[in-house]
């Protein structure tokens, strides 16, 4: 006799009054449903809790176990779970590094042999009473039709800091960070999410991606997956806590930008040579104490940072790459420069400063495309006339040395903005000062001046200047004239006073004439300060009447 099919309910005969009337009742427990139970055997046919699917709320029909976490679903429902959520478990919400599951027989022999004990019930939303047939779909190849949308949902998966920026029910498409195109993703943004876990090896899989910046974050590795992204042309892991980085990344030949800066990189391979497309490359703020001559072969590098690093000498080789436009070398332990750098003509930005050079090369004259010179904080006692050939320099920084004087041709620099001087032992400015008249900051703090040229008055483009911590006595009347001047800093002098000129500098922000020998000041000065203009004053200081 074929078994009747029912949803929720069993007859069952009520011993009530002795009659033998039908009643009906459901197979859940009483219990589960938070009544009392009617009678002793309440729960006879119900179906145990242990045979249900924690997804469904159903007994198993192809009952499988999640590899990764142990946990026990029905292969469609934990399937569906994957194809909507990406690689977690749905019990503990924790990110699974695969997807994989596993026929559990054990599980269809306990739920058969119930269904042999209660050949009257057919299970709540079975259609049959029978198991079915173990499906051969173990979960691995979840992703692979979903393309590079499984791809970024198994990553948000993983990471709960993805979680909290890709919302769960949005497309990918319109996630922070993620640029589609034609259901591909062509480039990924996510510098300062607080990335910490694992790069999933899936990433390998977007073989549309040409940008991914994962700089700002955590991470302490990457998938050698990553070398599959042959259309990758910008790739930026700087501000990592990288101490290498897998072999596959040098496979990459298709890449112009290559950041790996302020990591914990204590070495480079010689295989970086052959990303022979770099016109870019960070590897600044590691522990590199040498880098592979191979470098100096990447002709194409517009662009080379190195700066903060423990590299004590510069290759003969470093003058091959003549299309470099920036390098950037300071913060490491340089005794000296090549002269070869001298080749690298095209030039406009040249980092030297925070090394431990005691002088330069006249072979950096040559560089006439230099916009920006940076050679502060290192143990110069001269510079080289040669520098006044650097007639586009817009920036020069000499800042913390022991220069004593400075060559006559800086002063032939005309196109300079910028000239910091601070910290040295210069004695005195010459006149020819004044013919820098496209200067806007000038910073002579911390030397051994007594005395400033009249001729400074000159600079009227002036908007910053710095003589504090020296051993002025005056300063010229004609600093009046600097009409532009923003900030002017006469602090730590041995003035006694200072020109009134000062008060017709209705442009400044900020005077600071603190720690001199000042006792009384110029009514016009006092004006200024009306005027709103703060000012730095030893306690006593007063004003003419």
Same mark, same amino acid.
């Given at each position: 006799?074929?078994?009747?099919?029912?949803?929720?309910?069993?007859?069952?005969?009520?011993?009530?009054?002795?009659?033998?009337?039908?009643? =009906?009742?459901?197979?859940?427990?009483?219990?589960?449903?938070?009544?009392?139970?009617?009678?002793?055997?309440?729960?006879?046919?119900?179906?145990?809790?242990?045979?249900?699917?924690?997804?469904?709320?159903? *007994?198993?029909?192809?009952?499988?176990?999640?590899?990764?976490?142990?946990?026990?679903?029905?292969?469609?429902?934990?399937?569906?779970?994957?194809?909507?959520?990406?690689?977690?478990?749905?019990?503990?919400?924790?990110?699974?590094?695969?997807?994989?599951?596993?026929?559990?027989?054990? *599980?269809?022999?306990?739920?058969?042999?119930?269904?042999? $004990?209660?050949?009257?019930?057919?299970?709540?939303?079975?259609?049959?009473?029978?198991?079915?047939?173990?499906? $051969?779909?173990?979960?691995?190849?979840?992703?692979?039709?979903?393309?590079?949308?499984?791809?970024?949902?198994?990553?948000?998966? *993983?990471?709960?800091?993805?979680?909290?920026?890709?919302?769960?029910?949005?497309?990918?498409?319109? !996630?922070?960070?993620?640029? *589609?195109?034609?259901?591909?993703?062509?480039?990924?943004?996510?510098?300062?999410?607080?990335?910490?876990?694992?790069?999933?090896?899936?990433?390998?899989?977007?073989?549309?991606?040409?940008?991914?910046?994962?700089?700002?974050?955590?991470?302490?590795?990457?998938?050698?997956? /990553?070398?599959?992204?042959?259309?990758?042309?910008?790739?930026?892991? %700087?501000?990592?806590?990288?101490?290498? =980085?897998?072999?596959?990344?040098?496979?990459?030949?298709?890449?112009?930008?290559?950041?790996?800066?302020?990591?914990?990189?204590?070495?480079?391979?010689?295989?970086?040579?052959?990303?022979?497309?770099?016109?870019?490359?960070?590897?600044?703020?590691?522990?590199?104490?040498?880098?592979?001559?191979?470098? !100096?072969?990447?002709?194409?590098?517009?662009?080379?940072?190195?700066?903060?690093?423990?590299?004590?000498?510069?290759?003969?080789? /470093?003058?091959?790459?003549?299309?470099?436009?920036?390098?950037?070398? %300071?913060?490491?332990?340089?005794?000296?420069?090549?002269?070869?750098?001298?080749?690298?003509?095209?030039?406009?930005?040249?980092?030297?400063?925070?090394?431990?050079?005691?002088?330069?090369?006249?072979? /950096?004259?040559?560089?006439?495309?230099?916009?920006?010179?940076?050679?502060?904080?290192?143990?110069?006692?001269?510079?080289?006339?040669?520098?006044?050939?650097?007639?586009?320099?817009?920036?020069?920084?000499?800042?913390?040395?022991?220069?004593?004087? =400075?060559?006559?041709?800086?002063?032939?620099?005309?196109?300079?903005?910028?000239?910091?001087?601070?910290?040295?032992?210069?004695?005195?400015?010459?006149?020819? /000062?004044?013919?820098?008249?496209?200067?806007?900051?000038?910073?002579?703090?911390?030397?051994?001046?007594?005395?400033?040229?009249?001729?400074?008055?000159?600079?009227?483009?002036?908007?910053?200047?710095?003589?504090?911590?020296?051993?002025?006595?005056?300063?010229?009347?004609?600093?009046?004239?600097?009409?532009?001047?923003?900030?002017?800093?006469?602090?730590?002098?041995?003035?006694?006073?200072?020109?009134?000129?000062?008060?017709?500098?209705?442009?400044?922000?900020?005077?600071?004439?603190?720690?001199?020998?000042?006792?009384?000041?110029?009514?016009?000065?006092?004006?200024?300060?009306?005027?709103?203009?703060?000012?730095?004053?030893?306690?006593?200081?007063?004003?003419?009447?």
């Amino acid at each position: 006799m074929t078994p009747s099919k029912r949803r929720k309910t069993s007859a069952v005969l009520e011993p009530a009054s002795g009659n033998a009337t039908q009643g =009906v009742r459901t197979r859940r427990s009483a219990s589960a449903r938070g009544d009392l139970p009617d009678a002793p055997d309440a729960d006879l046919d119900a179906e145990p809790e242990e045979l249900m699917c924690p997804i469904t709320r159903t *007994m198993f029909r192809d009952p499988v176990m999640v590899v990764d976490s142990g946990h026990t679903y029905e292969r469609s429902a934990i399937l569906s779970h994957f194809e909507r959520n990406g690689a977690k478990d749905p019990l503990t919400r924790r990110a699974l590094s695969s997807t994989k599951v596993m026929t559990i027989w054990a *599980m269809r022999n306990v739920v058969q042999a119930w269904l042999d $004990k209660h050949p009257g019930v057919t299970p709540d939303g079975w259609d049959s009473r029978e198991l079915l047939e173990p499906s $051969k779909d173990d979960g691995t190849r979840t992703f692979d039709d979903e393309g590079d949308v499984g791809v970024l949902r198994t990553w948000r998966a *993983m990471c709960p800091e993805l979680q909290e920026r890709w919302p769960e029910a949005a497309r990918p498409d319109c !996630w922070e960070g993620v640029w *589609m195109e034609n259901g591909r993703a062509v480039k990924l943004e996510l510098e300062g999410f607080g990335l910490t876990g694992a790069v999933p090896a899936e990433v390998g899989r977007l073989s549309a991606l040409r940008v991914l910046s994962l700089a700002d974050n955590q991470l302490m590795s990457l998938p050698a997956e /990553i070398g599959l992204l042959a259309s990758l042309t910008y790739l930026d892991l %700087g501000e990592n806590q990288l101490t290498s =980085v897998p072999a596959e990344v040098w496979q990459l030949t298709s890449l112009t930008w290559l950041d790996l800066s302020e990591n914990q990189l204590t070495s480079v391979p010689a295989e970086i040579g052959q990303l022979t497309s770099l016109e870019w490359l960070g590897l600044g703020g590691n522990q590199l104490t040498s880098v592979p001559a191979e470098i !100096w072969h990447l002709t194409t590098l517009m662009r080379l940072d190195l700066s903060d690093n423990q590299l004590m000498s510069l290759p003969a080789e /470093i003058g091959q790459l003549t299309s470099l436009t920036l390098l950037r070398l %300071g913060g490491n332990r340089l005794t000296s420069v090549p002269p070869e750098i001298g080749q690298l003509t095209a030039l406009t930005v040249l980092s030297l400063g925070g090394n431990q050079l005691t002088s330069v090369p006249a072979e /950096i004259g040559q560089l006439t495309s230099l916009e920006e010179l940076g050679l502060g904080a290192n143990q110069l006692t001269s510079m080289p006339a040669e520098l006044g050939q650097l007639t586009s320099l817009r920036g020069l920084h000499l800042y913390y040395n022991q220069l004593t004087s =400075v060559p006559a041709e800086i002063w032939q620099l005309t196109l300079l903005r910028e000239l910091n001087l601070k910290g040295n032992e210069l004695t005195s400015l010459p006149t020819e /000062i004044g013919q820098l008249t496209s200067l806007e900051r000038l910073y002579v703090y911390g030397n051994r001046l007594t005395s400033v040229p009249a001729e400074i008055g000159q600079l009227t483009s002036l908007t910053r200047l710095d003589l504090s911590g020296n051993q002025l006595t005056s300063v010229p009347a004609e600093i009046g004239q600097l009409t532009s001047l923003e900030l002017l800093y006469l602090g730590g002098n041995e003035l006694t006073s200072v020109s009134a000129g000062i008060g017709q500098l209705t442009s400044l922000r900020r005077l600071h004439l603190h720690c001199n020998q000042l006792t009384i000041l110029p009514a016009a000065i006092r004006e200024l300060r009306d005027a709103g203009c703060p000012m730095d004053l030893d306690a006593g200081v007063t004003f003419d009447e």
